[in-house]
Nanobody, 128 residues
Framework: QVQLVESGGGLVQAGVSLRLSCAAS????????WGWFRQAPGKEREFVAA????????DYTDSVKGRFSMSRDNAKNAVYLQMNSLKPEDTAVYYC?????????????????????WGQGTQVTVSS
């Protein structure tokens, strides 16, 4: 059974950095595509970043481009989200998600419905 566990969230001031981690177990993750999503209070879950198994392409939502960087370590069954220059509007619960061995388009990679496995989320709060 695939399990995803996020960590690394916290309460920080605007402008600083955080690195989120997502540890996976129960599968062979080198052929998985990964996504990071977030949900702020009163808002719908939104796409943040995705790393597609096909070609290793990484996609980002416009609001985090140039500030966030997603990476994966297949040897450690982990993915990461490096978040720099954090802003109050980045405040949300961050979720990692995974789907096995699918050739994804960019549109599919950005859609939460594409992913079969989800972590429990980690809270990121950015104060101004």
């Amino acid at each position: 059974q695939v399990q995803l566990v996020e960590s690394g969230g916290g309460l920080v001031q605007a402008g600083v950095s955080l690195r989120l981690s997502c540890a996976a177990s129960g599968g062979t993750f080198s052929t998985y595509s990964w996504g990071w999503f977030r949900q702020a209070p009163g808002k719908e879950r939104e796409f943040v970043a995705a790393n597609r198994w096909n070609g290793g392409i990484t996609d980002y939502t416009d609001s985090v481009k140039g500030r966030f960087s997603m990476s994966r370590d297949n040897a450690k069954n982990a993915v990461y989200l490096q978040m720099n220059s954090l802003k109050p509007e980045d405040t949300a619960v961050y979720y990692c998600a995974a789907v096995a061995s699918r050739w994804l388009t960019a549109v599919q990679a950005m859609a939460s419905g594409t992913y079969h496995y989800w972590g429990q989320g980690t809270q990121v709060t950015v104060s101004s």
